[in-house]
């Protein structure tokens, strides 16, 4: 995979040289440069941002500046390529997850574009879908300062999906979000620690029971946490001990649908 950051400071991604994404780099798994939008700049102040149409606080970047270095970036490509995806992370975007950097780990070229001030003027967005495929993306409801600490998020939660990057494949398999539910509990060494001990279903060798209670991990948190997730959740096709599990918890399956209970207790709804 190839991926073009444009940015006015570059050296905010410096990080994507260290690590599994760095390592990945070195081992030719991906392809990454890094894009100075100030060098497609005319002027002597090398001038990226400007005041509001229809007035407001704060500036909105230029849109030649980032037509010139799009444009740029596009034209270095063979001529029967597609398109390549242009992802401009905002918190007007629709939202980046973990199904998003799958479809995307599939994609030939990533090219990013890190918005600072209010944003980039709209015309470039247009401008773009001629050369690119645009998508907008939000890492979450929360305002970054700019878009690089969200291109290196989802650099990253998309490389490691990249064949080769993770070195043991089964670990992007038993992960939150992989399977639309978080993640069980995990322990190492020692068995006891400061007078906590590790759950004992996870001594016993028994590697069903370990599955099954890892499973019920994962649906107790689920609903204590992220109980948003469970709407979305298959239970059409569970076997009777998930489905007791569920219960517990407060839920009944309605149509194959987790409906939480009205005389469910606790405050996990
Ligand atoms: N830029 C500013 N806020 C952002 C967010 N929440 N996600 C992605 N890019 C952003």
């Known amino acids: 995979m190839r991926v073009d950051v444009v940015s006015i400071f570059p050296e905010y991604l410096a990080p994507l040289e260290l690590s599994l994404i760095g ?9 990454l440069s890094v894009h100075d939008l100030r060098d497609f700049t005319t002027d002597r102040h090398r001038t990226v941002d400007d005041t509001p149409y229809g007035g407001g606080a704060g500036m909105v970047m230029k849109p030649e500046p980032w037509a010139q270095a799009l444009a740029a970036v596009a034209a270095d ?41 209010e944003g980039i003027d709209e015309r470039v967005m247009e401008w773009a879908a001629g050369h690119f495929t645009v998508r907008p993306m939000s890492l979450g409801d929360y305002v970054l300062n700019g878009g690089e600490v969200a291109v290196l998020a989802m650099v990253e939660a998309i490389g490691r999906l990249l064949p080769g990057v993770v070195g043991n494949p089964e670990s992007l398999v038993e992960e939150s979000h992989s399977d639309g539910l978080l ?22 060798g028994n590697h069903g029971k370990i599955a099954q209670w890892r499973r019920h991990e994962q649906y107790r948190r689920t609903a204590e946490r992220r109980p948003d997730l469970l ?34 207790g606790g405050d996990s709804a």
């Open 231 to 264: 709407e979305q959740f298959d239970a059409a096709k569970l076997p009777r001990a998930d489905r007791t599990a569920f219960a517990d918890l407060g839920y009944d399956i309605v149509d194959g649908h987790l409906m939480r209970r009205a005389d469910a």
């Open 183 to 204: 993640e069980y509990p995990v322990y190492t060494k020692p068995s006891s620690w400061r007078d906590r001990e590790v759950p004992a279903v996870l001594l016993s």
């Open 23 to 31: 390592k990945a780099r070195q081992d030719g798994l991906l392809e």
């Open 77 to 117: 490509r063979p001529g029967d390529a597609a398109k390549p995806v242009l992802i401009v992370p905002s918190p007007a975007g629709e939202r980046f997850t973990q199904a998003t950097a799958h479809e995307l780990a599939g994609e030939e070229r990533l090219v990013f574009a890190c918005g600072r001030y």
